[in-house]
């Protein structure tokens, strides 16, 4: 096995020494931001792939980071730099790998390097050290995916080892008192959230959220991504965010990404403390309503699409804290009507009846 972890640390340096010689070519942009308290490092060779890769971090933006980060990313344009990738056969670490249908995921024997292949683009994370390292073929072949959610698979990866625990689902804030919008993809988690945030709510994330518990058992919820993904045919009752949305590419993608960052940056935050569920149900009538939920309910809402959904799947450790946070906090009904002016009001109730419990 010893050979075999040696292999792959070697495969791992290859890749780091081939960024190295990308960003000597063509430069590298550089970004420090914070996620969750852990300070980020971004370096990006290649002027169009740095503009795509760090528009989705940019509202995390952290100019005191002079220091050593906890994570370093590094990566690099094949085409603008003319450094070539790594040869097929040395591409991912010795060990395991899982085929996820449009990706491919890959482990060390000893699981310190997992690399993630998707769209003619393939990333390592060493998860000792805190580093993640790769290439993208082209910067103007990037997948909406790879434009609105970067690295999610790794990142998701990464979070975990730090006991932050990844959930499929909107969140929004006001008043420094979160609501969390859990549920499968079409369920009206992104209309909610933007249609909140277009009404003055503070926008933490879509559909990717990371929870946090803290000493006391409360729950934060942090957000990682200033983009988020909406049906191309709803993108019209976004007028406020649309100017900076990256259209889809027709069949394959029929979603367009909106770079909130870049459109309402002052509304966007890094996390809130979480006081209520709000499951969002789109219903056939013009009306936007509210109603109870039960526990049952939540956990058959947020545990399937959050275990069985999510690339990389979760394991007992997330189930579990998704159970603490069902037992600890309020859920209800957000059923979704064609009138989404209604839904912040709604979702105002719900503030409201937190409050008076």
Same mark, same amino acid.
């Given at each position: 096995?010893?050979?075999?972890?040696?292999?792959?640390?070697?495969?791992?340096?290859?890749?780091?020494?081939?960024?190295?010689?990308?960003?000597?070519?063509? *430069?590298?942009?550089?970004?420090?931001?914070?996620?969750?308290?852990?300070?980020?490092?971004?370096?990006?060779?290649?002027?169009?792939?740095?503009?795509?890769?760090?528009?989705?971090?940019?509202?995390?933006? +952290?100019?005191?980071?002079? *220091?050593?980060?906890?994570?370093?990313?590094?990566?690099?344009?094949?085409?603008?730099? *003319?450094?070539?990738?790594?040869?097929?056969?040395?591409?991912?670490?010795?060990?395991?790998?899982?085929?996820?249908?449009?990706?491919?995921?890959?482990?060390?024997?000893?699981?310190?390097? !997992?690399?993630?292949?998707?769209?003619?683009?393939?990333?390592?994370?060493?998860?000792?050290?805190?580093?993640?390292?790769?290439?993208?073929?082209?910067?103007?072949?990037?997948?909406?995916?790879?434009?609105?959610?970067?690295?999610?698979?790794?990142?998701?990866?990464?979070?975990?080892?730090?006991?932050?625990?990844?959930?499929?689902?909107?969140?929004?804030?006001?008043?420094?008192?979160?609501?969390?919008?859990?549920?499968?993809?079409?369920?009206?988690?992104?209309?909610?959230?933007? +249609?909140?945030?277009?009404?003055?709510?503070?926008?933490? #994330?879509?559909?990717?959220?990371?929870?946090?518990?803290?000493?006391?058992?409360?729950?934060? *919820?942090? #957000?990682?991504?200033?983009?988020?993904?909406?049906?191309?045919?709803?993108?019209?009752?976004?007028?406020?965010?649309?100017?900076?949305?990256?259209?889809?590419? #027709?069949?394959?993608?029929?979603?367009?990404?909106?770079?909130?960052?870049?459109?309402?940056?002052?509304?966007?935050?890094?996390?809130?403390?979480?006081?209520?569920?709000?499951?969002?149900?789109?219903?056939?009538?013009?009306?936007?309503?509210?109603?109870?939920?039960?526990?049952?309910?939540?956990?058959?809402?947020?545990?399937?699409?959050?275990?069985?959904?999510?690339?990389?799947?979760?394991?007992?450790?997330?189930?579990?804290?998704? !159970?603490?946070?069902?037992?600890?906090?309020?859920?209800?009904?957000?059923?979704?009507?064609?009138?989404?002016?209604?839904?912040?009001?709604?979702?105002?109730? !719900?503030?409201?009846?937190?409050?008076?419990?």
């Amino acid at each position: 096995m010893r050979v075999t972890e040696d292999e792959s640390a070697q495969r791992f340096a290859a890749v780091s020494d081939r960024f190295a010689r990308a960003r000597d070519r063509c *430069g590298a942009g550089e970004l420090r931001f914070r996620f969750a308290d852990h300070d980020v490092r971004l370096r990006v060779a290649g002027g169009a792939l740095t503009d795509a890769l760090h528009a989705p971090f940019a509202h995390l933006a +952290a100019n005191d980071g002079e *220091g050593a980060p906890q994570l370093a990313i590094d990566l690099w344009d094949v085409t603008e730099s *003319g450094v070539a990738q790594p040869p097929a056969e040395l591409a991912h670490p010795s060990g395991s790998s899982w085929d996820l249908g449009d990706s491919l995921l890959a482990m060390s024997a000893d699981a310190r390097f !997992i690399s993630h292949a998707a769209r003619r683009s393939i990333a390592w994370l060493d998860r000792r050290d805190g580093r993640i390292t790769g290439w993208y073929a082209d910067a103007a072949d990037l997948s909406l995916h790879q434009r609105g959610k970067p690295l999610q698979t790794l990142l998701a990866l990464w979070a975990r080892d730090r006991g932050l625990h990844a959930v499929h689902a909107g969140l929004v804030g006001r008043s420094g008192r979160g609501v969390l919008l859990p549920g499968r993809s079409g369920s009206g988690k992104s209309t909610a959230t933007l +249609a909140s945030l277009q009404d003055g709510y503070t926008y933490i #994330g879509d559909d990717w959220i990371a929870l946090d518990r803290r000493a006391d058992g409360t729950h934060v *919820g942090h #957000g990682l991504y200033g983009t988020a993904c909406l049906e191309s045919q709803h993108a019209e009752h976004f007028a406020r965010l649309h100017p900076q949305t990256v259209a889809a590419n #027709g069949a394959p993608e029929p979603k367009s990404v909106l770079l909130l960052s870049q459109t309402v940056p002052e509304r966007l935050a890094r996390s809130v403390p979480l006081c209520a569920l709000a499951l969002p149900q789109v219903v056939d009538r013009v009306e936007t309503r509210v109603r109870p939920a039960s526990r049952r309910d939540a956990l058959l809402t947020i545990v399937p699409s959050s275990i069985f959904t999510m690339s990389p799947r979760g394991g007992r450790g997330d189930a579990q804290r998704m !159970i603490d946070l069902v037992e600890q906090l309020p859920a209800y009904w957000l059923e979704i009507g064609r009138d989404m002016r209604q839904i912040p009001r709604r979702i105002d109730d !719900i503030l409201r009846d937190v409050d008076a419990s």
